[in-house]
């Protein structure tokens, strides 16, 4: 790890100027080793993204995750299929996670199960995050 030592001048403005920054730059660094053939996934960060959320003037999102525009579809797929199966599968299991495939692949052709399925499940477990969350803060 790095350590850095600061001149006089050097405020805690900077710091946070510097940690928005850097992490812009790192969404900007993964988005180029996916457009290079990297196996990061595609966060759909161009150069302006990257400018106005170094500005402050766009949020970042997380590093590592793509563009919630392109996983949207996944999460709404798995938050609407725990209504439908709940009763005959109250937790996410192999026998589930077959029929969730199958229903994926004939709803959307040109996705792939294996990048989208940590997705589906995050939106299937959505509710039970949720109550865990607030058993917690109790």
């Known amino acids: 790890m790095s350590t850095y030592k600061n001149p006089n001048w050097w405020t805690r403005d900077n710091d946070?100027?510097?940690?928005?920054?850097?992490?812009?730059?790192?969404?900007?660094?993964?988005?180029?080793?996916?457009?290079?053939?990297?196996?990061?996934?595609?966060?759909?960060?161009?150069?302006?993204?990257?400018?106005?959320?170094?500005?402050?003037?766009?949020?970042i999102p997380p590093r590592g995750l793509p563009a919630y525009e392109k996983v949207e579809s996944a999460y709404r797929f798995g938050y609407?299929?725990?209504?439908?199966?709940?009763?005959?599968?109250?937790?996410?299991?192999?026998?589930?996670?077959?029929?969730?495939k199958r229903d994926w692949q004939a709803s959307y052709p040109q996705g792939d199960w294996e990048e989208y399925v940590v997705f589906i499940r995050r939106g299937w477990e959505y509710d039970e995050d949720d109550r865990m969350?607030?058993?917690?803060?109790?």
């Open 133 to 138: 969350e607030q058993k917690k803060a109790a």
């Open 16 to 59: 946070s100027a510097w940690d928005r920054v850097k992490e812009a730059f790192k969404r900007d660094w993964d988005q180029t080793k996916h457009d290079f053939g990297g196996r990061e996934p595609d966060t759909a960060q161009n150069v302006g993204n990257t400018v106005k959320q170094a500005s402050g003037n766009e949020p």
């Open 80 to 100: 609407g299929a725990k209504s439908f199966y709940r009763q005959k599968h109250p937790k996410w299991d192999t026998d589930l996670e077959a029929e969730l």
